[in-house]
């Protein structure tokens, strides 16, 4: 190419940079918010040197419309992160990635995992107040990608399901998943959600459906395996519920005395014991939430990783409660590491202990029933979910009692 012809080039191109930019502008009003020196959203306190603002190697890329090719680099540089443990680093790096791509899945998938799962105390316990900006983020990339099964399931199963215990919800999510062409095991986990419930007849229908969905792929594509895997789980877990279905029938006309008590006592500041009893078998677990007396969930209309730092939420509730060894549960929590989780501000805080029949695993279930069909207690039995029987004893501490 001639000299000549570079440099005219090279005129042409310098020419179309400002259009390029003014175009860009006009239909991406949000780049403004990418440009070095403004914060990105909501700032994190207390963060450090950690990025809330795009870094200007970037920017260029964002001004002349390659949001997503920056998304994918910020992305590589958050997995760094990871592998660091610079945790706090993270959710900055994930609200701009879904703000430049906002159908990057994964992201939501993982940001919304570390919101709920990765801020913890010495104790390995989860900071519960990311809870509910967890399940926000999830909403806003359902919003944004509302044809994938992806983010339905992962807000269902991850969140609702494990994470808080709320199956009512996560059969809902579930059940929106299952309109948009998901794999086998969503629909075994509809069944879960169902049982889980207490919604027995309505899950021995789940599965029912399920071994009917499997039997329909494997008429269109009989060397699928996976669909002859599913039907035999589905089968199954089919004979399962309509075998504990019949086991458990009577349970109400003679209900087991949990003989329910539990006690907290002080070892030293932010340092306490908690114990107690109860009748059923091993393997179960009794819950625990110790909360300021007025704490409630906060309500978020949009996504936001702010949260009330004065207050105090320890939850230690699913896979995470307190274990049941031969007729007595105990733990010793020591929180005095953890001041910037618990604050304990307040003057009043409010210790819960209880136990969910509908969390419990089978063999707890074959005395209880699955929604407390078969149990009573003399002092603590708790029937303000209807339909469902449990056991919950509410203490009341002052701040001194804590500390």
Request: hydrophobic share 40%; charged share 25%; aromatic share 10%.
């Amino acid at each position: 190419m001639k000299l000549g012809t570079r440099i005219t080039l090279a005129i042409i191109a310098v020419m179309l940079i400002p259009p390029i930019v003014g175009l860009q502008k006009a239909i991406d009003p949000a780049r403004k918010q990418f440009q070095p020196g403004r914060g990105v959203g909501s700032v994190m306190t207390d963060m450090g040197n950690n990025p809330v603002v795009l870094p200007s190697q970037f920017v260029a890329g964002t001004v002349i419309g390659l949001q997503e090719v920056v998304a994918g680099l910020l992305w590589v540089r958050t997995d760094e992160f990871f592998h660091s443990g610079n945790y706090e680093a993270i959710i900055p790096m994930v609200r701009m990635i879904t703000w430049l791509d906002p159908h990057m899945v994964d992201v939501y998938s993982v940001g919304a995992w570390h919101l709920d799962y990765n801020f913890v105390d010495s104790g390995q316990r989860a900071d519960h107040r990311y809870v509910v900006p967890a399940i926000k983020f999830l909403e806003e990339g359902i919003a944004n990608n509302p044809s994938i099964f992806d983010l339905y399931f992962d807000l269902a199963f991850v969140h609702y399901y494990l994470k808080i215990g709320n199956f009512e919800k996560a059969e809902e999510y579930m059940r929106l998943a299952a309109k948009h062409n998901p794999p086998f095991y969503v629909y075994r986990e509809i069944a879960h959600a169902l049982e889980k419930q207490g919604r027995v007849d309505d899950a021995i229908k789940q599965w029912q459906e399920c071994i009917k969905i499997g039997q329909e792929e494997l008429a269109r594509n009989p060397k699928d395996t996976g669909a002859v895997t599913h039907i035999q789980v589905s089968k199954r877990n089919l004979d399962s519920t309509l075998i504990r279905k019949v086991e458990r029938a009577n349970l109400g006309s003679r209900p087991t005395d949990m003989g329910f008590d539990a006690n907290f006592k002080r070892l030293g500041p932010r340092q306490f014991l908690i114990s107690g009893k109860i009748n059923v078998p091993d393997g179960a677990r009794v819950f625990l939430t110790l909360t300021d007396s007025d704490y409630k969930e906060p309500t978020l209309k949009n996504f936001s990783w702010d949260v009330d730092t004065d207050a105090t939420a320890l939850w230690e509730t699913q896979i995470h409660g307190i274990s049941i060894n031969k007729g007595k549960f105990h733990k010793k929590y020591d929180l005095s590491k953890d001041i910037k989780q618990y604050p304990f501000k307040k003057d009043k805080y409010t210790l819960t202990l209880w136990f969910d029949p509908r969390c419990a695993p089978i063999s707890a279930q074959d005395i209880t029933g699955w929604k407390g069909e078969g149990i009573t207690d003399k002092q603590y039995l708790d029937t303000s979910i209807p339909g469902v029987k449990m056991v919950k004893k509410v203490i009341t501490l002052n701040r001194q009692d804590i500390l």
